[in-house]
């Protein structure tokens, strides 16, 4: 059957062993029938887990192209390492790279959101066929010391909320600054990404609060890594596209501007209004990401 060009609400459940034996897991949207065409490899940030591209999975998914949405280990429906300073990109870039290997994946375009961009320079940098093309969403090869401490204050950190609408109100301290046109429902929704329900009916972080050892114990010399060399042999190499919010405290405007020096024929989008990260349900970065694949086979 052709594609309708209707967003495909179905995703199958795919499961992967990591090379140090965990079970790591993936969302799967089918692309619909049609000539071949690159899949779409997304990756969350640090917190966060495969919901987070739900929507823009289907968009893509609709054009005919299948979407693999990650769980990166540690969050979401991905086993937890016993080891937790195995929480850092490397690892991570290593996990993809296992997927790929497999699923039977030979190349896709990678969607990485801030930490997944990281992963996405990581993984060019280890296998760099497996990189068709990037889209870069809100991350540099450097990043704000304030906003990474910003982050560092609530990362891996416990909570205790004992309702939803707890839940919701810890969502929006941490991320209203960011999106300040949300409204009660996006919360709410935005809120069932981040917290699942645990055993007792209470929300919980859907993430191993040890994510953020590695981070902590490196200390303040290790917040901003040059990744220059990682992400000049991503941009210079392939389509690559960048995503920014206007408001953006993790890319600042100075560092998008000397990105797009350093790759002038990277494609660039600003989302206005959106601070660290763009959801990529707004228009100007759904259309950006459809307009970029487009280009692509």
């Known amino acids: 059957m052709k594609n309708s060009g209707a967003p495909n609400t179905a995703y199958a459940h795919r499961w992967f062993t990591s090379r140090d034996g ?5 969302r799967d949207y089918p692309g619909g029938d049609g000539p071949a065409r690159l899949p779409v490899v997304c990756i969350h940030g640090l ?23 990650v769980d990166v280990r540690g969050r979401g429906r991905s086993e937890r390492a016993a080891d937790p300073m195995t929480y850092q990109p490397p690892v991570y870039a290593r996990d993809i790279i296992d997927m790929f290997e497999q699923l039977g994946i030979k190349e896709a375009v990678f969607l990485g959101t801030s930490m997944g961009g990281l992963i996405t320079m990581a993984v060019t940098f280890f296998k760099s066929r497996l990189v068709a093309a990037a889209i870069l969403n809100d ?13 560092a204050q609530y990362a891996g950190k416990p909570v205790d909320v004992k309702t939803w609408a707890e839940a919701v109100d810890y969502v929006k301290l941490h991320n209203g600054p960011a999106m300040p046109h949300y409204t009660k429902a996006d919360w709410e929704a935005f809120t069932r990404r981040v917290f699942r329900e645990n055993a007792e009916g209470r929300p919980e972080l859907d993430y191993d609060p040890n994510i953020s050892l590695p981070f902590t114990r ?25 995503i920014r919010g206007e408001i953006s405290d993790l890319l600042e405007a100075p560092l998008a501007e000397k990105m797009r020096k350093k790759a002038p024929s990277m494609a660039y989008v600003e989302v206005p209004g959106v601070g660290h990260a ?4 707004e228009p100007e970065a759904e259309g950006a990401i459809l307009g970029f694949l487009a280009e692509l086979p």
């Open 22 to 26: 965990l079970s790591l897991y993936a």
């Open 47 to 69: 917190t966060r887990n495969s919901s987070d591209f739900d929507h823009i999975a289907k968009r893509i998914a609709a054009t005919g192209r299948r979407v693999i949405s």
């Open 139 to 151: 991350i540099g090869p450097e990043a704000s010391k304030a906003a990474l401490a910003r982050i």
């Open 218 to 242: 490196a200390g303040t010399k290790a917040l901003v890594p040059n990744l220059w060399p990682f992400f000049k042999k991503l941009a210079k190499h392939r389509p690559t596209l960048l």
């Open 278 to 281: 763009p959801m990529l349900d």
